[in-house]
């Protein structure tokens, strides 16, 4: 079992960058498949990226690619999210989850990952 600990969220104006790092303790990191997620105020849970267990395979949400980039250390145990020309519609709680599988192909669904961390906010003001 991994426990997930995000970090990295803050408040930043739009067009603006920010970095969230995932760090996991226990289990076997580097075997595993890693994702993240964003719930806004109102708005169901949704996906916003995903990376394979050697980091060779990613996928993102249509509304992310080409502004977001998830990347993974596995020396590190750490998964990140780099989010660049952030846009107030990505104010969100940030999670990041783990799914116990070497598989390349890439949930999208929150109910196929196994373990999730706390969450960290990103607010992006216009």
């Known amino acids: 079992q991994v426990q997930l600990v995000e970090s990295g969220g803050g408040l930043v104006q739009a067009g603006g960058s920010l970095r969230l790092s995932c760090t996991a303790s226990?289990?076997?990191?580097?075997?595993?498949?890693m994702g993240w997620f964003r719930q806004a105020p109102g708005k169901e849970h949704e996906f916003v990226a995903a990376?394979?267990?050697?980091?060779?395979?990613?996928s993102y949400a249509d509304s992310v690619k080409g502004r977001f980039t998830i990347s993974r250390d596995n020396a590190k145990k750490t998964v990140y999210l780099q989010m660049n020309s952030l846009k107030p519609e990505d104010t969100a709680v940030y999670y990041c989850?783990?799914?116990?599988?070497?598989?390349?192909?890439?949930?999208?669904?929150?109910?196929?990952?196994?373990?999730w961390g706390q969450g960290t906010q990103v607010t992006v003001s216009s």
């Open positions: 990376i394979n267990w050697s980091g060779g395979v990613t």
């Open positions: 989850a783990v799914k116990y599988s070497s598989s390349s192909r890439l949930p999208q669904l929150g109910s196929e990952y196994n373990d």
């Open positions: 226990g289990g076997t990191f580097r075997f595993y498949t």
